[in-house]
């Protein structure tokens, strides 16, 4: 019960003192707008080809809104030794660790249900949209890159280390992912790192999930996002413990 | 006798500097622990170590019989912990950061609310219960954070320089209140430079120099050797080299370890016969001004034991800190 009141209270402090300030909607809500705009023009497309753009679109809301939002906090409340008063709360690292990440998660899943609700709303009956999975999907994709977040956060002192390292990251990771470009035409080097990234199986179960129209079963997809997910909680834990409590 | 907090063979290195190289201590459960040392003599260091923030290299911590060691986090549910740096969340209100603070020990709401509205009140900061944080002078800051630190009513507490920064009348309020909180049965330890803090308040001092603590004792023990040492300040005027010279000769108990044509400090292990000293001056022109008692304090002890100046303990004096200091006529 008092672990449940700190853990709650974090995930409450950070919703309000960020995620659900006034900057940082607007841009949740317009970058996947700008985003589909910017398609539309170079493609020449209809509104009709919204459908087809939307498993990106998904993405890169869930993979924008949380990694460095979360990177950046942590970095910031950790430079300005604030980060120490929850270091020093009586609750086990890992459940300080989930509030602190709680919520870049939710907000996370709400920028993902934005373009595809906007989507279902003005433009097009979406028929093939399996809701179940793809909330699944969008969670876990959510919990992969706030973790990723977390990871660098660890991993740097300096915020805008922190803006540099998910940067670097990220923006790799959308070319590689499959979403952009079809994996089997990225150079025969590259599609082995396609493979070792969590949002490429992210973005496949999201087009799953979204178009009915996967290459990997969504059993695969979400058992190695999960294991991404596992992986990236442990080694930032880890890292925790050695950095953090040198 | 239970100790709240046993430390062994504490060291911890950064690179080249040992910060921390070899301290042992035992506070007793319920002593108030002044731990007194000059700017990077490894205070916030073992603070750092003993609150569960950082790892010693070598040696063991047992905080309420709690081995820290390998746990360094085993025992945050009895401690609390006030900061060398005000480090509360600059975006939220003085009430807010307070409610924040007691909700990680896992205070309910409604409890929460009513100590942070108490504190609030105890360190006269009602009024600005609703600012935030951020834009809180130096000094408000400061007490918020000592708030912040016993809101969940720890029973162990450790005050980094609780003092630093605040004015005369709410530093005097603060020490009351830490009496207080040892009065209930809470454990302190306490780190100053403020010598005179330390031997109003403390039960027990540790003096620490480059890393390693020099000296241990009870305040009174510490004391001991130079109580019953007498000691007098004398302001005069015309006081010149012959007169001045001759004084010991003059006065054969008494030693006189300062002499200046204005002002002498005369030191002996009898009480000093100050009428036949004045008269002895008055009779060869020395106009004398004032004579007073000085008590011998802990800081003639500090500079004894560690062969420091006291100006090396000396960076809180310059804020009107040290309220009432000399004042021992
Ligand atoms: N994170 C760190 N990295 C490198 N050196 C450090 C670090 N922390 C402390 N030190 C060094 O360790 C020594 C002890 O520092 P510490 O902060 O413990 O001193 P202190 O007694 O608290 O001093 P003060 O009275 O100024 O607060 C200093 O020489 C300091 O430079
Ligand atoms: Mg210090």
Redesign the pocket.
Known sequence: MKTWIAFWNILLKDMRTYYLKPPNVSWGLLFPLVWTGMFLVRSGGGLDDVAALLPGLVAVSVLFGTTSMLAVTVTFEKKHRSFERLLLAPIPLEVLMLAKTGGAIFFGMVNAFVPLGLAALFVADLPLVAWGAFTATVLLVAVSSAFLGLFIAVAVSEVFEAQTFSNFLRFPMLFLCGLFFPIERLPALLQPLSYALPLTYGADAIRGTVLGAATMPLALDLGALAAFCALLFGLSLRNIRRRWIA | MTHAIVVENLTKR??S?T??AGISLAVPQGALFGFL??????????ITMLTGLARPDTGTIRIDGLDCTTRPRAAQDRIGVVP?ESNLYPELTGFENLCFCAALYGIDRTERRARARELLDAFGLTGAGDRRFGGYSKGMKRRLTVAAGIIHRPPILFL??PTSGIDVASARQLRQMIATLRGKGTTVFL?T?HIEEAERLCDRVAF?VA?RVVREDTVDALLEPVRDRHALLVACAGLDAATAAALPRAFPGLEFPLLEPDRMRVEAHTPIPVAPLVRHLDERGVRVLEARRARPTLEDVFIRVTGLEAGALG?DKGNGNSGGKGGNA
């Open positions: 950064f690179d500097v910060a921390v040392g000059p700017n990077g003599a490894g205070k916030t260091t073992t060398d980094d320089e780190t430079h620490i890393g960076a």
